[in-house]
Every structure is written in C-alpha cells, then in structure tokens.
C-alpha cells in the first residue's frame, strides 16, 4: 500500500511522523509519476518464483545492477536515533534508485519545485 501527500515544506520534530500539511492533501500514484516521474509498482511477495521473476525483469529494464538489504530496528540497530536522523537529512542521487519494503513501513520525500510529496509504503498481503 502507498499513500502519497504534499509535506509541510519546512519540517521539524520526529521524522517518524508524517509532516502533513494541514489540512492535509492527498496525492494519486498517477499524479506523483507526473509530476515527479516517480514510479511505482506493486509486487506480490506471497508467490517468491512470480516476485524473483518481476524483480529480476524491473533490474533488468531500469539497468539497475547493485542491491542491498537494509535493516533499521530500535532493538538492533546501533546508533538508532543517530541513522534516523541521517537518513530524515535530505540528499541528491545522480541516479534512478529503487526501494523495495519488505516489512514495515517507510517514508520517502520526493521532491519538486511546486509542491513537498511524501511518501508511506508498506508492506501489506495482497
């Protein structure tokens, strides 16, 4: 599940939090792509073959040739606090990237001149 709307522009304070501008407004995948070329899939996690299959295809098409896997927990990540922060600074890539939730949740800001989208993507059964 994706949920997308426009952030405060000026956010402070856990960046856990959604930072929603009030009152808050809703963005549509379509409207994302359009306005940021941002793109979006929804994979299927239950059915490991179909999935290996459909990632192997997205790498093989966006020519994305690195993968990772990272994991960020309270209980076993050292210097927690200190990587969320890290990661709520913004930063610039040169290049396409790729985010695939495997459990949990996360928030992406994405960027353009007009308006502060935010996204949550979560990992949820199809």
């Known amino acids: 599940m994706v949920q997308?709307?426009?952030m405060e522009p000026y956010p402070c304070g856990d960046p856990r939090?959604?930072?929603h501008v009030f009152p808050p407004k809703i963005i549509t995948p379509d409207e994302l792509s359009r306005r940021t070329?941002?793109?979006y899939w929804k994979l299927d996690t239950l059915d490991?073959?179909?999935l290996s299959k459909r990632l192997k295809v997205m790498k093989m098409e966006r020519q994305f040739n690195k993968e990772?896997?990272?994991t960020l927990d309270a209980e076993t990540t050292a210097n927690f606090r200190d990587k969320i922060d890290?990661?709520?600074e913004e930063s610039n890539h040169p290049d396409d990237q790729a985010r695939m939730i495997i459990e949990g949740s996360a928030y992406y800001d994405v960027e353009d001149?007009?308006?502060y989208p935010n996204l949550?993507?979560?990992c949820v059964s199809l």
């Open 4 to 6: 997308i709307w426009q």
């Open 17 to 19: 939090l959604p930072h």
């Open 37 to 39: 070329g941002t793109l």
């Open 48 to 50: 490991p073959v179909a």
């Open 68 to 70: 990772d896997v990272f």
């Open 86 to 88: 890290e990661l709520f």
């Open 113 to 115: 001149k007009v308006i």
């Open 120 to 122: 949550l993507a979560q």
